[in-house]
Nanobody, 126 residues
Framework: QLRLAESGGGLVQPGGSLRLSCAAS????????VGWFRQAPGTEREGVSF???????YVPASVKGRFTISRDTAKNTVYLQMNNLKSEDTAVYYC????????????????????WGQGTQVTVSS
């Protein structure tokens, strides 16, 4: 059973950058579509970046140009590079995965994902 572990969160000043990691174990993440989601207190979970098993990428307009998702197959890890961070980016960030085999399947719907990490806190504040 796939397991996911996020890391890389922390406190950063507005305009700063962070790179989040989603490390997988017990299965090969390359066969999975992966999404990054975030949730701030009192809000619904929001998808911020997605990558298919064939590395097609979808980034919502809300973070496009600031967030980049990528995959390192050798490290069995997916990354979320976040630049020019704003206070409204403060949230717990989660990675999620859904088995996709060799397809180019990707989804931005949280309920479609089967595996989730525990989350990592990102706080953007001066």
């Amino acid at each position: 059973q796939l397991r996911l572990a996020e890391s890389g969160g922390g406190l950063v000043q507005p305009g700063g950058s962070l790179r989040l990691s989603c490390a997988a174990s017990r299965a090969t993440l390359a066969n999975y579509a992966v999404g990054w989601f975030r949730q701030a207190p009192g809000t619904e979970r929001e998808g911020v970046s997605f990558i298919s098993a064939r590395d097609s990428v979808y980034v919502p307009a809300s973070v496009k140009g600031r967030f980049t998702i990528s995959r390192d197959t050798a490290k069995n890890t997916v990354y979320l590079q976040m630049n020019n961070l704003k206070s409204e980016d403060t949230a717990v960030y989660y990675c999620a995965a859904k088995y996709a085999g060799l397809s180019n399947y990707v989804t931005s719907t949280a309920d479609d994902y089967d595996y989730w990490g525990q989350g990592t806190q990102v706080t953007v504040s001066s």
